[in-house]
């Protein structure tokens, strides 16, 4: 490596560390609790209070969300998050988050550094790729989704066995085990990631297939790998089946799968495209033409159409698909995956200026994401911070401007099967849905009395601030109820039978005074601690298998 280039590699690691530095101030001070960066700092937290109480998180919230046991939490997948709770479990609340950020941008660039070095891309070059994708990410990001973001920590990796395995020509179990882990990662992370994982697989297996360069052996290898995960995604799996038992009600925008206007496609993925553009700027005048006709070029232009162009009507009745919501937020990630390999790729068909043009690309990409997330701090209007991080962890709501801030549409996904009644426009809560949050109330017939609740591990207490007498003999109350999961419910101690009324727990009970307290409670099944005992074993066991044949 001549003087030069080791030069520019060092000022591009300085600029690096500093901007890594940066980006952990500017979090601290600059963040936003909106949205979707709500919602999923609620799940962090819970990690976090089952990791300090030394359970697996609770299928229900009972911590965050407002206390309603909302199955937000088993329904998402979120074991790849442990690992990033458990690093900093030390911190407050509030900066474990900021951390997990950080972190992951971190995972990011020594991933993909070393995913690039191993296959014999040169040192400066894999660190200027990595650094322009980490950030390219981050420009994009507007929320902060800890699912997704840990999948693209292994974006070139994931990518680079996809395609191996899709090519394979001969039985391979080496590869199967890597493509296992594969699947077993995504799935840990971000369920519906793994829809758009196999329908990208399959139209590259068809255009493979049509063009003769895949053989049988890659289907064998993908079956393969398949069993191999079973038993790693079986709590998963479990959890799934047995809450959907319920009837729950899924997602905003289910069925109603939004394509992405061209436009808002080449804002979205702006810079993407201008990563790949300036990647052309580095090839030869001879490669470029065959760049041009490349299936990384191809793969780029049915991404567009995906988004764009593609009948995405036809699948609004299709289980699974039918949850895509938006098409760009669903593949546009892909772009920035296949901009990282185009500039990877220039080793063998670039100018002699090449690292030159990376190197200022990779400095300028860091300046790009800084400038962005500042310009972003300033439209902040319910700043995320350790005062306001409480928000998080309301177990009964006020009702002010700032808490109304964070009821968002969200907030009814995987309630039990039912809550369409509470719904304004079919989309939001209506007021009247909102009550369970803002105005909790036990209720017998027209008789509604205000009550006081209490986060407890695995559940809550509730406390009446006045009497109730019921003539029927049952009593609402404030908390959602899914009939395939066995409640433990007391009154001062002692268990009481309940029913699920509509969407709700109602007990069996005449009358209740101001010193009685109600306590719901959920345990995960004994089973699904035992798959998860089994399962994360066996995860460790495949990877040191993997080490072992590497």
Not at 404 to 416: C, L, S, W
Not at 446 to 461: D, L, S, T
Not at 490 to 512: D, F, M
């Amino acid at each position: 490596m001549t003087t030069h280039r080791l030069w520019l590699k060092r000022i591009v690691g300085l600029f690096l560390l500093i901007s890594l530095v940066g980006y952990y101030l500017l979090l601290l001070s600059n963040s936003q609790l909106y949205r979707d960066t709500f919602f999923h700092i609620g799940r962090i937290y819970e990690i976090r209070y089952a990791f300090q109480h030394f359970e697996f998180p609770n299928w229900l919230n009972f911590q965050s969300f407002f206390g309603i046991g909302q199955a937000v939490n088993g329904m998402y997948p979120d074991i790849s998050l442990y690992p990033f709770v458990l690093l900093t479990m030390l911190l407050s609340p509030f900066h474990q988050v900021v951390a997990i950020q950080v972190l992951i941008a971190v995972l990011t660039i020594i991933v993909t550094y070393v995913c690039l070095t191993r296959r014999h891309v040169p040192t400066d070059i894999s660190l200027y790729t990595s650094t322009i994708y980490t950030f390219a990410l981050l420009c994009r990001r507007i929320e902060f989704q800890p699912g997704t973001s840990i999948i693209l920590i292994f974006g070139l990796p994931m990518a680079f066995t996809t395609f191996d395995i899709l090519v394979s020509k001969n039985f391979d179990i080496k590869l199967a085990l890597k493509f296992a882990l594969v699947v077993i990662l995504v799935l840990y992370s971000h369920f519906l990631s793994i829809i758009v994982l196999a329908f990208m697989m399959a139209s590259i297996f068809a255009y493979l297939l049509i063009t003769k360069k895949t053989s049988i052996y890659a289907i064998t290898n993908i079956l393969v790998a398949m069993i191999i995960s079973i038993l790693a995604i079986s709590p998963i799996i479990y959890r799934y089946l047995l809450i959907n038992q319920s009837g729950i009600t899924m997602p905003a925008f289910q069925g109603n799968i939004h394509s992405a206007s061209l436009p808002s496609l080449i804002k979205g993925a702006f810079v993407a495209f201008f990563v790949i553009i300036v990647s052309f700027l580095t090839y030869h005048k001879k490669s470029i033409r065959s760049v041009f006709t490349s299936p990384l070029t191809l793969l780029i232009l049915y991404v567009c159409f995906l988004c764009t162009y593609f009948p995405w009507k036809l699948f609004n009745h299709v289980p699974l698909v039918n949850d895509f919501q938006f098409t760009d937020f669903r593949f546009l990630p892909i772009l920035f995956i296949i901009a990282a390999i185009f500039i990877s790729q220039t080793q063998g068909k670039s100018i002699s200026r090449t690292y030159k043009i990376l190197g200022v690309l990779a400095i300028l990409m860091i300046l790009l994401s800084t400038a962005l997330l500042i310009h972003r701090a300033r439209k902040i209007n319910f700043p995320f911070n350790a005062d306001t991080y409480k928000a998080v962890t309301l177990v009964m709501g006020s009702y002010n401007k700032e808490e109304q801030h964070v009821n968002q549409d969200m907030y009814y996904d995987y309630y039990p099967y039912g809550v369409s009644s509470s719904l304004k426009n079919g989309v939001f809560l209506s007021k009247k849905g909102q009550r369970i949050v803002w105005n909790p109330t036990i209720k017998s017939g027209k008789n509604q009395i205000p009550i006081k609740k209490v986060a407890i591990n695995n559940g809550v207490n509730i406390t009446p601030k006045k009497s109730l007498t019921s003539t029927t003999g049952k009593i609402t109350l404030p908390m959602l109820g899914y009939k395939s999961l066995n409640y433990q419910v007391r009154v001062n101690g002692k268990n009481v039978s309940y029913t699920i009324n509509g969407l709700y727990l109602a007990i069996h009970q005449h009358h209740l005074s101001r010193s009685d307290v109600i306590t719901v409670m959920f345990h995960n099944p004994t089973i699904y601690t035992w798959l998860m005992v089994i399962a994360l074993i066996y995860v460790v066991l495949l990877i040191s298998v993997l080490v072992y044949l590497t």
